[in-house]
């Protein structure tokens, strides 16, 4: 039997980016350093030795980009504010000029018919709060309300769509407990404050936000299903677990105000009693949720495992990307579906998917063959728009990423762009991606149909 894709005729197609990901000349025009400017700086944290120093050159470039988004016909597009363009020091003094770079974005996305959608911290904390002692200091809550304020004193209005944090379980496993990001550390004590503090500080940049904002504000979670290996309980409890850990330690002090039980065993001696007062801050009502999807995990119990959350148990017979996750499209129903009923059904928009595959060299002027990124968009969106009839309130979508860009520690190795951008020239060139992508737009997702 054929199906239909069509969806909602104000439904948000979109792309997504990050500041320190693609701008480049991170301390342009009086900007101060951030964790990741420090990070990437620090010999061998970063593959290849790449660094944000140039990426996209997105700072010089910008109307270029968004005529790209404009090629695309997206409706909005999702970028983050660098802090320490705003506040070089993290707290206290403006830089006019720093502001001034995302006021000129704003206008040049609003001339071009395209939403801007901000958000306001995606991993690059300034230095200057990280010598403070970054996430791990109560104050940091106040530092970001700040921030935030001062952003929404100059763009509000023009910017309809705000998000407070991106991915919190990144920024907190990674930055904090493995070591793999910035700021690099590896602490088992400090990783469940870092988490604790940085949704305090959505929840105080969320009730800033009603102060002086006027449209809508919420924040971004990447959620990744876990499902058991087996259905032998130590395997089910430990999926339970990872389900907690990655999951709900962020989203349910935000949409529930409270912990899932099983952190106390998963962090064992390193989980502190939170103050109970902090809960009325974590739990500011949200416009939305932002729901970032790539992959799954199956778990198979490990004793070794710390935290307690057993380990991922490769699937086989599968595809999966250059960073090495399983295609499964199955999984962002689940999820959507799964938050629905966790949670209400709070509007949401998917605020990131996509992969990344090796791409062939580009010819000139050609378009870049990407059939396994095609593959991977038509397969999400389609599972998107089942979730939208199984009665999930999804608003939007958005592409991760518009361009090629700086993947983190993994630099410029892993390419998820709709256009590809060769890093030597900076030019541009779309993907079969971008193409498929546009035309999805242009007929509301009929292109999908079977
Ligand atoms: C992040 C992006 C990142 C992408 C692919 C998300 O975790 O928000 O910054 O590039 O996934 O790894």
């Not at 990050?18 to 009086?30: K, R, V």
């Not at 996430?135 to 407070?164: E, H, I, P």
């Not at 929840?203 to 971004?220: F, M, S, T």
Request: proline letters at 5%; a negative charge; one cysteine or more.
């Amino acid at each position: 039997m054929s199906r239909s894709y069509r969806f909602p005729t104000d439904f948000v197609w979109g792309a997504a980016t990050s500041a320190y990901q693609i701008e480049g000349s991170p301390l342009a025009d009086g900007a101060g350093p951030s964790i990741w400017q420090r990070f990437a700086h620090t010999p061998g944290m970063m593959a290849n030795g790449d660094t944000g120093d140039i990426a996209c050159d997105h700072y010089h470039r910008y109307k270029d980009d968004v005529q790209l988004m404009r090629a695309l016909g997206l409706k909005a597009y999702r970028f983050s504010i660098a802090w320490g363009r705003v506040l070089p020091e993290g707290t206290g003094r403006i830089n006019q000029k720093g502001l001034d770079f995302y006021s000129r974005l704003v206008d040049e996305l609003l001339e071009n018919g395209i939403e801007p959608n901000a958000t306001l911290f995606h991993w690059d904390l300034p230095a200057a709060l990280d010598d403070r002692g970054g996430w791990l200091n109560r104050d940091s809550a106040d530092w970001f309300a700040q921030y935030a304020s001062v952003v929404f004193k100059a763009l509000d209005g023009r910017v309809k769509l705000w998000s407070t944090i991106n991915e919190p379980w990144v920024v907190t496993d990674g930055g904090y407990l493995h070591g793999a990001l910035a700021p690099g550390h590896r602490n088992k004590y400090e990783a469940p404050i870092a988490a604790h503090n940085i949704m305090r500080a959505s929840g105080a940049g969320i009730e800033a936000y009603r102060a002086v904002g006027k449209h809508q504000i919420g924040v971004v979670f990447n959620i990744e299903p876990k499902y058991s290996a087996s259905d032998n309980p130590k395997d089910v409890a430990a999926t339970r677990r990872a389900q907690a850990y990655m999951n709900e330690q962020f989203a349910d002090p935000a949409l529930l105000g409270s912990y899932p039980s099983e952190l106390k065993d998963i962090f064992e001696d390193a989980w502190p009693d939170f103050p109970q007062d902090d809960f009325s801050l974590t739990q500011q009502p949200v416009d939305f949720v932002g729901i970032n999807y790539y992959t799954r995990s199956v778990v198979r119990h490990d004793r070794h495992a710390y935290p307690l959350i057993g380990k991922r148990v490769y699937q086989r017979n599968t595809t999966h990307t250059e960073t090495g996750w399983e295609v499964y499209e199955q999984g962002l129903k689940d999820t959507l579906v799964w938050f629905k009923d966790r949670y209400g059904n709070v509007p949401i928009y998917i605020t990131e998917n996509g992969a990344a595959f090796y791409d062939p060299p580009v010819a000139e002027s050609d378009v870049v063959q990407d059939p396994l990124r095609v593959d991977y968009l038509r397969k999400h969106l389609r599972a998107l728009h089942e979730s939208i009839e199984a009665g999930v309130n999804i608003k939007g979508y958005y592409a991760w990423s518009l361009l090629d860009n700086l993947e983190w520690s993994l630099g410029f190795s892993k390419r998820f762009g709709l256009y590809h951008v060769d890093f030597s020239t900076q030019k541009r060139t779309p993907k079969a991606s971008a193409k498929f992508y546009a035309n999805v737009i242009q007929t509301h997702g009929a292109s999908l149909d079977d």
